[in-house]
């Protein structure tokens, strides 16, 4: 785990995302960016976002629209869930 901005009112973590090394209910806020292309098909990491989250707390969730992927080459149904507006999980 590396800690890369840690601050008092919040933290940048740079790591492997399943599992999560906190406690369950740590958090009230989680930005997640650019990491929904590499969660596992079975789910098991966005289930880990929702356990260190408090009840009540809020995700935030952001990926780069399939138009926008379609145009990087590094960017790959093989290598990457694509995302667009109709159909939220899409693997080409």
Known sequence: MKWLYPAVEWCWWQGPFSPLPWV???????????????????????????RVLRPGGRIVLYVTSRDTMQKWPFAAADTHWIFDAQRPRQSS
């Open 24 to 50: 369950d209910e740590m958090f009230d806020k989680i930005l997640l960016v650019n990491v929904a292309y590499f969660f596992d098909s079975g789910d098991r990491d966005i289930s880990e976002a929702y």
